[in-house]
């Protein structure tokens, strides 16, 4: 295994662990966003506003989004065990 292989291994990581986050986190950002605009406008300062709607959003695109994560990850993960002999050489 040659060092542009590690390289090419270790950016296709970082690519598929931010495709893994990126639902969880653009539907926090989403629902955080509109509840800052909506304390912002109806100039309520609720802490437990901010936070619970965000959860719920995270926790829900989590599950809807879990089919296609795990395909991710297994799209990624099955040929470095079908590789395994050439990558620990």
């Keep these: 295994m040659t060092v542009d292989d590690v390289v090419a ?5 970082l690519l598929v662990t931010l495709l893994m986050a990126a639902p969880m986190l653009l539907s926090g950002l989403m629902v955080g966003l509109a509840v ?12 437990t506003l901010a936070f619970v709607p965000k959860i719920v959003a995270v926790m829900l695109a989590f599950i809807l989004f879990l089919p296609w994560i795990m395909a ?4 990624f993960v099955q040929p470095l065990f079908g590789n395994f002999d050439m990558l620990v050489r």
């Design 9 to 13: 291994l270790g950016w296709n990581a």
């Design 36 to 47: 800052s605009i909506l304390q912002s406008v109806t100039q309520v300062q609720e802490m």
């Design 72 to 75: 991710t990850l297994l799209n």
